[in-house]
């Protein structure tokens, strides 16, 4: 870096009043990417000025979802609600240089200061991301310092704040853009120089209106409990907006930080697709080590009560390992490797009506189940085997008998390769998946567990 060139200093500065969202997640990311780029600093301001709306809680909703994220800071967390005597000093100034005036209307135990708009005065906001946008004093009304709570309205403790920690970019959602004009005539008036802006598109949902609990979840924390890995999503947000200018989807979070740049942040509104954020979140996966994949998937079994606390760790990962490939999320793994696991399987009623209810399928299990009990070994070489003997011996075909036999082990038509499954399975589940779907065949009768439309008790 120059000598002369200052060095960077940004912030994010999110209101405890709910949840993270998403956008100010993003917010949150390219203000970090923007310090971690340039060699500069971020702040981290919790903007608490409202004692109602504010709660601890929400606190630690934001500082939980922003360590999920890798998100750290470099100075801070300030908290607006310690420093009402610094915005009540500044009101005082203003005040005795005429510059702002207290309202008649007392409401609360003390006055509100107000700020006099100039009249008739244009104010250019120049902005680094989207071109100048000029506004006419006479469209602003009169800006609330301080209300009349003896808190600081947010335009002012955000203008003495980013002055007084020595802000140099402001990087915020263009929802704030309307607040800008008012800002800078704050800061003008205090005497303050002016940092830069950078105002950035709004989240979008597929329907191009803002994002909202409409489209789906829209808090970090939601994301992070339904299994996406925090890699992955980072990388989703970096290009929510941005882009490297080039065709790469899958960054690392270095790669993203070498080539961040508010230049390349696009102007208009970025799709929030989930259907992306679940295939990019599919990619990542598939690259985890079978280890850190098996530590992040067992807590949703153990959550549903799938897992058995008996089962052998090597044996558990094997089973993660078959399901690998086609998880999409980390949640995901109770509806993909959780019938290797259960007590019961529950029957996809169309795979029993296409594989099951078929002339000849109870003597295919019967023979399939009489094999696998004469052999000790339950391995891949074991099981071809058996089911050599049977094709063999009853003069069919591979499809007829692995067909049956997968949906009576798992109850579903589609599973891994089979022999993998069954070992997955284990010996004796396998044998009682077996007997139990030769007895229900024998019988005529299936128990069939559907949900969803169409399902008949
Ligand atoms: N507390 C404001 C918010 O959460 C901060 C806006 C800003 O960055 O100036 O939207």
Redesign the pocket.
């Known amino acids: 870096m120059h000598k002369t060139e200052k060095v960077k200093k940004v912030?994010?500065?999110?209101?405890p009043?709910g949840y993270l969202h998403v956008g100010?997640a993003r917010?949150a990311l390219f203000n970090w990417l923007y310090a971690k780029n340039t060699g500069g600093k971020l702040v981290l301001?919790i903007?608490d000025t409202d004692a109602v709306r504010s709660t601890e809680e929400s606190t630690k909703a934001i500082f939980d979802s922003l360590e999920w994220l890798g998100i750290d800071w470099d100075e801070g967390p300030f908290f607006q609600s310690g420093r009402k005597e610094i915005y009540r000093k500044y009101a005082q100034e203003l005040l005795s240089k005429g510059l702002a005036y207290e309202s008649d209307e007392v409401k609360g135990a003390h006055k509100a200061v107000i700020f006099k708009l100039p009249d008739n005065r244009k104010i250019v906001v120049r902005d680094l991301i989207h071109a100048d946008v000029e506004f006419d004093t006479s469209v602003l009304k009169d800006i609330v310092l301080m209300k009349s709570d003896g808190t600081a309205a947010?335009n002012f403790a955000?203008v003495i704040d980013?002055h007084l920690m020595g802000i140099t970019h402001?990087?915020?959602?263009d929802?704030?853009i309307s607040?800008t004009p008012k800002?800078i005539l704050l800061y003008e008036a205090l005497g303050f120089p002016l940092p830069e802006f950078a105002h950035v598109p709004l989240i979008l949902g597929p329907d191009g209106s803002r994002l909202s609990k409409r489209h789906g979840a829209t808090s970090v924390g939601q994301y992070k409990k339904e299994g996406y890995f925090s890699k992955a999503f980072v990388n989703f947000l970096a290009l929510l907006g941005w882009a490297p200018g080039d065709n790469r989807e899958k960054m690392s979070i270095e790669e993203i930080i070498k080539s961040f740049s508010l230049e390349r942040i696009g102007k208009k509104g970025a799709i929030f697709d989930v259907k992306k954020l679940q295939w990019l979140n599919g990619v990542y996966i598939r690259e985890m080590s079978l280890e850190a994949l098996t530590s992040a998937v067992l807590p949703y079994l153990e959550e549903s009560g799938i897992t058995n606390k008996d089962t052998d760790e090597d044996h558990f990962k094997f089973i993660i390992s078959l399901v690998q490939e086609r998880l999409k999320t980390f949640s995901e793994i109770t509806e993909l490797a959780g019938f290797f696991f259960a007590k019961d399987i529950e029957y996809d009623e169309s795979a029993v009506k296409k594989y099951l209810l078929k002339e000849g399928v109870a003597g295919i299990l019967g023979k399939i189940i009489n094999e696998i009990e004469r052999e000790d070994a339950f391995s891949a070489a074991a099981l071809e085997k058996s089911f050599i003997g049977v094709k063999e011996e009853m003069n069919i075909s591979n499809s007829k008998l692995i067909h049956p036999v997968r949906v009576a082990v798992t109850g579903s038509a589609a599973s891994p390769p089979i022999f993998e499954t069954m070992i997955g399975i284990g010996r004796e589940n396998c044998l009682k998946r077996l007997k139990n779907t030769l007895s229900f065949l024998n019988a005529g009768k299936f128990p069939f567990k559907i949900q969803g439309p169409g399902a008949n008790a």
Do not use: L, S
């Open positions: 912030r994010f500065a999110p209101a009043t100010g917010t301001r903007e947010y955000c980013d402001i990087i915020r959602g929802d704030h607040n800002q």
